[in-house]
């Protein structure tokens, strides 16, 4: 297996710069108001300034990549939505009229749309735009009968996820992450479940609006794939294959690129952040340029981002993926990198400090 | 005392349109998306809606108006900063470089500066405009020994905040709170603790920077002085005049102009919070219209919320005031109207609803 693109970025991701962070912060001490009185933002600011290696920042340039794939587990009945809602929702997303068209609007950043492996034929949709082939295959295998990928179909779909950070690195400042595929949930939670060693209704929520009794059958179908696929949580590889999904795959790979090519990438909520999960357990260093968007309301988001070590920026109660919570957030990264670049210290305001 | 404008304007304040309310519920429900999906947007968007009572809400125009005052309590050494910072503090909004500039520029919002109360000659630097002069006296009197102002003047310096909302209404879509006033965080905590009946030490926190022997004067100080004044908790004048602060009663004023205008009103931080407490005692109705932006690390904001059944939309450890928060949740709000305004609806879009 060819894994030469994989190994090659995991080598290039550097970590953020602590001689820069260092010299942000001696900026943002003197800043002319109480001491860090802006909190969460400056600890954003910091961030970005050691993920740049600048002390001046740039994210004008946003771009929120939403990566679509299927998955074979919605045979065995874990979704309210039909597979088929995975390619029309890509086709609102072209049309500009879904959740994520109009909140990356509002933050000023641009959509990309991925086939990461949708069920479904887009050539038709593609010739109108925005969307790039990554397609690994028509949809996962249901991993409720056996592994979801083969080991290779997933590091092609980790490498699928780092060329696509390649190709948009150039024209981008900052990286978003956005996640499409009925059914996505279950994977997500599998991952969580086997990297994190955790019992499955621990790491399970109701995705798109399950009861009860259809949540109580999406933890037994769940507890059952994960004893049939037995995944090594020392091997993300596997992990992955056995019970993940391909646009989780391309979301590590996205996240894997931009690292490497120096970015802050912004991670959405429950499906993203396994997908930072995955990258994390591939590449430790990559961690330090994520930032964490929001507290999903999936529950399995917990556990992904405490090994993570993240705390989001918001809780709105979003829980609808796509990138929207990304979105949301972009605006936060704007105003922390205002605070760093445009504020004035008290020495150059001439304001008088504390006692 | 002519209380005319006071009573008018508060008489003015008709509540949210329900039926308005019930057509923007109704949208909602039909977007393409899981139901509720993007959770306390959407909540928001309901409200704008019945606040501006029509289902196409427009917010682009913002102000944040920044209420700016002294405090003579700053004599009983309630503060880290000496009261001459507030003046150098709106020498640096003018000149664009305070927190507030940058955060409200990110937000696409204009900033006023209104002189509520400044203990300062600010006639040279309302020359380079921004600021409009309310002025009511060059700070309070200090409440330790007395009242912070007469009864006149608390009812004056309302009416001079609904003025402000006046004047401002017809170029603004959706407004915004913000203050400056170093030592206003005692008046703050004393409003509280008279209008909440709470305990002192339940409503103080550090301000800008106090250590534990600070922070335990300044909880003495506010208790003495509560007890010296007795404040009448069902008299919203009194509580004002006796512990209050000329930019609180403006804050208060700007809601309860901007709620009989029918506008939205974005409260930001503990100040903010308080002059609503103010503003919803004098008016319960001109609750509807306010908009909760962020938790404040000073405590006293817990109980402000809870009197006026508000759950703010970010925590970001804020303890900025200036109208910071306010502005960084003016992206929210304008995501909030592009769910409304900007999605489609399931059948608009011809998806597959959920089964």
Same mark, same amino acid.
């Given at each position: 297996?060819?894994?030469?693109?994989?190994?090659?970025?995991?080598?290039?991701?550097?970590?953020?710069?602590?001689?820069?962070?260092?010299?942000?912060?001696?900026? %943002?001490?003197?800043?002319?108001?109480?001491?860090?009185?802006?909190?969460?933002?400056?600890?954003?600011?910091?961030?970005?300034?050691?993920?740049?290696?600048?002390?001046?920042?740039?994210?004008?340039?946003?771009?929120?990549?939403?990566?679509?794939?299927?998955?074979?587990?919605?045979?065995?009945?874990?979704?309210?939505?039909?597979?088929?809602?995975?390619?029309?929702?890509?086709?609102?997303?072209?049309?500009?009229?879904?959740?994520?068209?109009?909140?990356?609007?509002?933050?000023?950043?641009?959509?990309?749309?991925?086939?990461?492996?949708?069920?479904?034929?887009?050539?038709?949709?593609?010739?109108?735009?925005?969307?790039?082939?990554?397609?690994?295959?028509?949809?996962?295998?249901?991993?409720?009968?056996?592994?979801?990928?083969?080991?290779?179909?997933?590091?092609?779909?980790?490498?699928?996820?780092?060329?696509?950070?390649?190709?948009?690195?150039?024209?981008?400042?900052?990286?978003?992450?956005?996640?499409?595929?009925?059914?996505?949930?279950?994977?997500?939670?599998?991952?969580?479940?086997?990297?994190?060693?955790?019992?499955?209704?621990?790491?399970?929520?109701?995705?798109?609006?399950?009861?009860?009794?259809?949540?109580?059958?999406?933890?037994?179908?769940?507890?059952?794939?994960?004893?049939?696929?037995?995944?090594?949580?020392?091997?993300?590889?596997?992990?992955?294959?056995?019970?993940?999904?391909?646009?989780?795959?391309?979301?590590?790979?996205?996240?894997?690129?931009?690292?490497?090519?120096?970015?802050?990438?912004?991670?959405?909520?429950?499906?993203?952040?396994?997908?930072?999960?995955?990258?994390?357990?591939?590449?430790?260093?990559?961690?330090?340029?994520?930032?964490?968007?929001?507290?999903?309301?999936?529950?399995?988001? %917990?556990?992904?981002?405490?090994?993570?070590?993240?705390?989001? %920026?918001?809780?709105?109660?979003?829980?609808?993926?796509?990138?929207?919570?990304?979105?949301?957030?972009?605006?936060?990264?704007?105003?922390?990198?205002?605070?760093?670049?445009?504020?004035?210290?008290?020495?150059?305001?001439?304001?008088?400090?504390?006692?």
């Amino acid at each position: 297996m060819n894994m030469d693109l994989l190994n090659k970025t995991i080598n290039a991701i550097k970590g953020q710069d602590k001689a820069i962070r260092t010299q942000a912060k001696e900026r %943002l001490d003197q800043l002319i108001m109480p001491h860090w009185a802006l909190g969460r933002m400056m600890d954003l600011a910091l961030d970005l300034a050691g993920i740049c290696g600048t002390v001046r920042p740039t994210v004008e340039r946003k771009t929120i990549v939403v990566m679509a794939g299927d998955h074979g587990i919605t045979a065995a009945g874990v979704s309210l939505f039909p597979k088929e809602v995975t390619v029309e929702m890509v086709r609102g997303f072209v049309n500009g009229f879904a959740g994520i068209n109009v909140l990356a609007k509002q933050a000023g950043a641009t959509v990309k749309i991925v086939d990461m492996g949708v069920a479904g034929d887009l050539t038709e949709l593609a010739k109108r735009g925005n969307i790039i082939d990554q397609k690994i295959a028509p949809g996962t295998a249901n991993f409720a009968v056996g592994a979801a990928m083969s080991r290779e179909q997933a590091t092609e779909a980790i490498e699928a996820g780092i060329r696509v950070a390649h190709e948009l690195a150039d024209s981008t400042d900052l990286f978003g992450t956005g996640d499409m595929g009925i059914g996505n949930t279950s994977p997500s939670s599998a991952m969580v479940a086997a990297f994190c060693q955790l019992p499955v209704a621990e790491v399970v929520g109701r995705g798109t609006g399950l009861d009860d009794a259809q949540l109580e059958k999406k933890i037994i179908i769940l507890e059952k794939a994960l004893v049939l696929n037995h995944p090594d949580p020392a091997d993300p590889i596997d992990v992955l294959s056995k019970v993940g999904g391909f646009e989780i795959a391309g979301i590590a790979g996205l996240i894997l690129g931009a690292a490497a090519a120096g970015k802050p990438i912004v991670i959405d909520g429950f499906i993203s952040t396994v997908g930072a999960l995955l990258a994390g357990r591939l590449a430790p260093k990559s961690k330090e340029y994520m930032i964490a968007a929001h507290r999903s309301v999936e529950k399995g988001q %917990l556990a992904a981002l405490a090994d993570l070590g993240k705390e989001p %920026l918001l809780d709105l109660q979003f829980r609808l993926g796509e990138g929207t919570g990304a979105a949301v957030a972009m605006n936060l990264v704007d105003g922390a990198v205002g605070i760093l670049t445009e504020m004035a210290t008290f020495s150059e305001a001439a304001v008088s400090e504390a006692k």
